[in-house]
């Protein structure tokens, strides 16, 4: 039994860092590409045992320290009554516009409308049988508005902006009702038997640092608030924050994620002790030589200066077309150099 | 004579805060979309007088204290070498690669390759003739190298960061020419009349902030020590450095660029009383209504608290659907409020 990923959540001391990679599970393994040739990325999402199947390859390829659950932060949008596609971006045909709009969204039951999230964390919970931890996910309620304002990823956002500035009405019975959502949505996947759970915001950083703590902050404290967390750490991960982390750390998660933009060492400095860090290695190191990999691994394990409440990641997600045998050496680094 | 903008950049007590808007000469303007429509993007740069047609209209409709010179900043990479074309984004044919497509860029000489830049700067200091001054600008070397390498626009921006960490050897020798070029360019941009410079290094934030130390810094700061600086003062925008402005101020400018995502008041003390800033309203802000922008404004002006050496702008370039009169509106307001 693998705890050091835990262990770190909670910032207690272990052998060796920690380590998992967002997006392990996904396009740059071969053996993920083989189970996806034969179905759409949705139908992937839909099917347990084929979404626990890819969530597990990267835990046995690379020997990561942590599973985390295979799935996308909109699958839980879609029963609010939002149709969503993959194009191959996110694509929601009937944006959320109006009053109108908001009103007519549903808060699913997740058990009942998204049975396959909580089906795929119970085989996953079997099959991994506490090798490694397995984390639960879902997207902050802004990076979701986002996608249902906008119907898909933006340049300059300006739809969901637009409605901040001047509809703050509207843009606040939309994170409400997606906050109420969220909640229910991560609760069950603790039920069910998420054993962390990580917040992804990857757009809380399009917004100034004022903006954030008045429209966003409210609505991610509220969230994390309501998460049956007895046990269970959860981790908050904005990108583009480095600027504003002391913000961003009052909505009171376990653990900061970071962004490769982000000096590690004066993260934690500004974190203070009690709060432990996940990341934060750019992904495009990923393409370069074995010791090129390795001296950036030893840098930012450098950085955190042997603190305890360190998990290794990336910066982002890894992309497509990294050489997976350069993750594993990654992985390998991470475990030999931070061995104590 | 309107000196305020010049001397805001010298840190000097002005009547009223300077203001102009990156982007002001653009595709949100009736008038400008009206010249627009009868040539392309490029043929409009490379038409002197249709160019400094556009450059003064701003200046007119707006009644900003800076006109900036209409162009972009690809212009001087295509006698490089390279074969622009918009669609709509840069596209080049024919990125750059390895050594061998290094070695066959040449260095332009400004006034033979690109002549009409240097005529439009001379017709707008004639028909300005000082009412407000006129700044010129490139773009910073990593940014232009972005685009040359990757030959277009890029989510994640791979190809360069590949070759900066894999094959250093080309990079810097890319980094080296293409300083070569800016460094030409600007100095003949200054001896045909432009009273400022800004250097946009629109991508300098994709990168973690020792490897803009290592990569980027050296470049951009033989740059500006290689530009004919008497009193012209220069003007650095790198977009997405809030988390690293002491090591960019390194570079040596006059007057710090600052996007929204950084708040101006922490980034004063962060780089002391000698130097200047410029920004930041989030551009998006202008879709809103006139007493949302007007609190805003004065957010910012608070922010600076009275420092001399602010000038205000927009945190990144004004949007094509904003609504001209809410740019006059800000404009208005940035005036009526900080007047002395």
Same mark, same amino acid.
């Given at each position: 039994?693998?705890?050091?990923?835990?262990?770190?959540?909670?910032?207690?001391?272990?052998?060796?860092?920690?380590?998992?990679?967002?997006?392990?599970?996904?396009?740059?393994?071969?053996?993920?590409?083989?189970?996806?040739?034969?179905?759409?990325?949705?139908?992937?999402?839909?099917?347990?045992?084929?979404?626990?199947?890819?969530?597990?390859?990267?835990?046995?390829?690379?020997?990561?320290?942590?599973?985390?659950?295979?799935?996308?932060?909109?699958?839980?949008?879609?029963?609010?009554?939002?149709?969503?596609?993959?194009?191959?971006?996110?694509?929601?045909?009937?944006?959320?516009?109006?009053?109108?709009?908001?009103?007519?969204?549903?808060?699913?039951?997740?058990?009942?409308?998204?049975?396959?999230?909580?089906?795929?964390?119970?085989?996953?919970?079997?099959?991994?049988?506490?090798?490694?931890?397995?984390?639960?996910?879902?997207?902050?309620?802004?990076?979701?508005?986002?996608?249902?304002?906008?119907?898909?990823?933006?340049?300059?956002?300006?739809?969901?902006?637009?409605?901040?500035?001047?509809?703050?009405?509207?843009?606040?019975?939309?994170?409400?009702?997606?906050?109420?959502?969220?909640? =229910?949505?991560?609760?069950?996947?603790?039920?069910?038997?998420?054993?962390?759970?990580? #917040? %992804?915001?990857?757009?809380? $950083? @399009? !917004?100034?640092?004022?903006?954030?703590?008045?429209?966003?902050?409210?609505?991610?404290?509220?969230?994390?608030?309501?998460?049956?967390?007895?046990?269970?750490?959860?981790?908050?991960?904005?990108?583009?924050?480095?600027?504003?982390?002391?913000?961003?750390?009052?909505?009171?998660?376990?653990?900061?994620?970071?962004?490769?933009?982000?000096?590690?060492?004066?993260?934690?400095?500004?974190?203070?002790?009690?709060?432990?860090?996940?990341?934060?290695?750019?992904?495009?190191?990923?393409?370069?030589?074995?010791?090129?990999?390795?001296? =950036?691994?030893?840098?930012?394990?450098?950085?955190?200066?042997?603190?305890?409440?360190? #998990? %290794?990641?990336?910066?982002? $997600? @890894? !992309?497509?077309?990294?050489?997976?045998?350069?993750?594993?050496?990654?992985?390998?680094?991470?475990?030999?150099?931070?061995?104590?």
């Amino acid at each position: 039994m693998n705890n050091s990923f835990l262990d770190a959540c909670w910032g207690k001391p272990v052998e060796r860092t920690p380590v998992w990679l967002m997006r392990q599970a996904g396009r740059y393994l071969p053996q993920y590409m083989a189970i996806r040739s034969k179905c759409t990325f949705l139908e992937l999402c839909k099917s347990p045992d084929l979404a626990a199947e890819v969530t597990i390859q990267p835990v046995d390829i690379l020997g990561v320290d942590a599973a985390i659950l295979f799935s996308d932060i909109l699958t839980p949008v879609e029963p609010m009554g939002l149709k969503l596609d993959f194009n191959p971006g996110p694509v929601f045909e009937n944006p959320v516009r109006t009053m109108a709009d908001v009103e007519k969204l549903r808060i699913p039951d997740p058990d009942a409308d998204v049975p396959y999230v909580m089906e795929t964390i119970r085989i996953l919970r079997r099959e991994l049988a506490n090798k490694v931890p397995l984390i639960g996910f879902g997207g902050a309620p802004f990076t979701l508005a986002c996608y249902m304002v906008e119907g898909k990823g933006s340049k300059d956002w300006s739809n969901i902006k637009r409605m901040m500035y001047s509809a703050p009405d509207v843009f606040n019975a939309l994170m409400e009702k997606i906050t109420m959502m969220d909640m =229910e949505y991560l609760n069950a996947q603790i039920r069910a038997g998420a054993q962390a759970i990580q #917040i %992804f915001d990857t757009w809380g $950083g @399009i !917004l100034a640092p004022h903006d954030y703590e008045r429209y966003v902050l409210p609505y991610t404290t509220k969230l994390i608030n309501g998460l049956n967390r007895q046990n269970i750490p959860i981790i908050h991960f904005v990108k583009g924050a480095g600027n504003m982390l002391p913000i961003v750390q009052k909505a009171g998660s376990d653990v900061m994620g970071l962004d490769w933009q982000t000096n590690l060492g004066t993260a934690r400095d500004l974190l203070g002790d009690k709060m432990a860090v996940q990341g934060n290695l750019d992904p495009t190191v990923l393409y370069s030589s074995n010791e090129y990999i390795e001296k =950036e691994v030893k840098r930012i394990l450098d950085e955190n200066n042997n603190r305890p409440g360190h #998990i %290794f990641n990336l910066g982002h $997600g @890894i !992309l497509p077309t990294i050489p997976p045998e350069n993750a594993i050496h990654m992985v390998e680094c991470v475990h030999r150099l931070s061995q104590r």
